[in-house]
């Protein structure tokens, strides 16, 4: 069972910028973010492979940046010039063919 473990998340004003961090205990192919805020679905936020391709959905497209270091199966997740609709918990996500798994979440809050 792969574990992933987050750290990084807290309050942030407007136009601030945060950067998250996910462990995993084992080395995995796809590597990535989710977000859920309050009365919302669970959302993709970006995702990374091993090789390094990337994507991301388009409300975080050039204010966020995600990036691995294989050598310790670490993702993370650089949030730029944040905004208030940012707001909610994020999940790491990790899936090895079709297993997924999940982290237990950070809370992000962009509040003045």
């Known amino acids: 069972q792969v574990q992933l473990v987050e750290s990084g998340g807290g309050l942030v004003q407007p136009g601030g910028s945060l950067r998250l961090s996910c462990v995993a205990s084992?080395?995995?192919?796809?590597l990535g973010w989710y977000r859920q805020a309050p009365g919302k679905q669970r959302e993709l936020v970006a995702t990374?492979?091993?090789?390094?391709?990337?994507n991301y959905a388009d409300s975080v497209k050039g204010r966020f940046t995600i990036s691995r270091d294989n050598a310790k199966n670490t993702v993370y997740l650089q949030m730029n010039s944040l905004k208030p609709e940012d707001t909610a918990v994020y999940y790491c996500y990790g899936r090895r063919v079709i297993t997924e798994y999940w982290g237990q979440g950070t809370q992000v809050t962009v509040s003045s």
């Open positions: 084992e080395s995995i192919f796809s």
């Open positions: 990374i492979r091993t090789s390094g391709t990337s």
